[in-house]
Nanobody, 127 residues
Framework: QVQLVESGGGSVQSGGSLRVSCVAS????????MGWFRQLPGKEREGVAA???????SYADSVKGRFTISQDNAKNTLYLQMNSLKPEDTAMYYC?????????????????????WGQGTQVTVSS
């Protein structure tokens, strides 16, 4: 059973930085492509960034140049470094995992491709 556990969320002022992490309980071919998503209550889930096992990445336009997704394969850990944070970045941030090749589905908004999801970590940016 794959479990994803996020950590590192918190509160920060506008312009600040945070790094969130996601640890996967196991590495399998079903978890070789991972992504970060965010959601506000009553709003649709939004893809933030995704990374495949070979290091290829995809970002939402709203975070390009400010956020960086990375992974430590040896630790089965996914990171999202968030700089120049804005109040509109406030959301619950979730990590998710899928088999390799997820970037195209991520970019197209087909999040059903990701079968495994964490419980989320809250990020709050105050102005």
């Amino acid at each position: 059973q794959v479990q994803l556990v996020e950590s590192g969320g918190g509160s920060v002022q506008s312009g600040g930085s945070l790094r969130v992490s996601c640890v996967a309980s196991v590495y399998t071919s079903s978890t070789s492509c991972m992504g970060w998503f965010r959601q506000l209550p009553g709003k649709e889930r939004e893809g933030v960034a995704a990374i495949d096992r070979d290091g290829s990445t995809s970002y939402a336009d709203s975070v390009k140049g400010r956020f960086t997704i990375s992974q430590d394969n040896a630790k089965n850990t996914l990171y999202l470094q968030m700089n120049s944070l804005k109040p509109e970045d406030t959301a619950m941030y979730y990590c998710a995992a899928a088999r390799t090749g997820c970037l195209a589905y991520f970019s197209g908004g087909y999040y059903y491709f990701f079968p495994y999801w964490g419980q989320g970590t809250q990020v709050t940016v105050s102005s």
